[in-house]
């Protein structure tokens, strides 16, 4: 353009250099990360604002009641990658989504005879943290993390920003999203989302005669 030519990295520089111009350096915008929470405590009564360098201290911290549990996809994937065999990790999602306990120990005996390492790799993670039959809380057929991956995306270019920008937009994201589930919340006419309770009516006709039996 204009008949000039640069370097890639010159341009790169440059365009670095501009987004510091508008943001602030990221050493800079980190500094005032305190000060950051600081004023959202001020603004924002009940609100919890807390800088912590260990990830699980800092999520029981905040989110005490939570559990830590392992993407069933995630770890597919990785073991794909140890142990280079899609039927090991296929014999592992197998195993994971499995309701009863018999059939959780026949995948599992399955995949003992078919790679050790990766069995005692696999019992390792603690079964308690990606097995249906094992896990110690209700996790209500969520198996997988695709909400990170829906936020991951949406901070595709803010991943870019000084931290205290990041922040500043991450927050400005969220609050605009409790905003208005919080308005879509109060117009609800049942107790269900409005998904769910579309499919309990979609099936009530088909499973209304069935008998319920409990598993182990």
Request: charged letters at 20%; aromatic letters at 12%; glycine letters at 4%.
């Amino acid at each position: 353009m204009y008949g000039i030519q640069i370097l890639y990295s010159k341009a790169h520089q440059a365009l670095q250099y501009a987004l510091s111009l508008i943001y602030g350096m990221h050493e800079e915008t980190f500094k005032l990360l305190p000060s950051f929470g600081y004023v959202l405590e001020q603004q924002n009564p009940g609100i919890l604002t807390d800088l912590l360098c260990d990830e699980y201290a800092g999520i029981s911290k905040v989110f005490p009641d939570a559990t830590h549990m392992i993407c069933c996809w995630h770890f597919s994937k990785n073991i794909n990658k140890r142990f280079h065999g899609k039927d090991v990790a296929a014999v592992m999602d197998k195993a994971a989504r499995s309701y009863i306990e018999l059939k959780y120990n026949r995948h599992m005996e399955k995949l003992r005879n078919l790679h050790q390492n990766a069995f005692n790799y696999i019992i390792e993670a603690g079964p308690h943290k990606w097995s249906r039959v094992h896990c110690l809380e209700r996790k209500y057929r969520v198996m997988t993390t695709n909400i990170f991956e829906c936020i991951n995306s949406c901070l595709k270019f803010a991943r870019q920003l000084p931290m205290l920008t990041l922040a500043e937009f991450i927050r400005n994201m969220l609050q605009r999203w409790f905003h208005d589930r919080h308005r879509a919340a109060q117009s609800m006419c049942h107790q269900l989302t409005d998904a769910a309770h579309l499919v309990i009516l979609k099936h009530v006709d088909k499973y209304g005669y069935m008998t319920v039996n409990p598993v182990d």
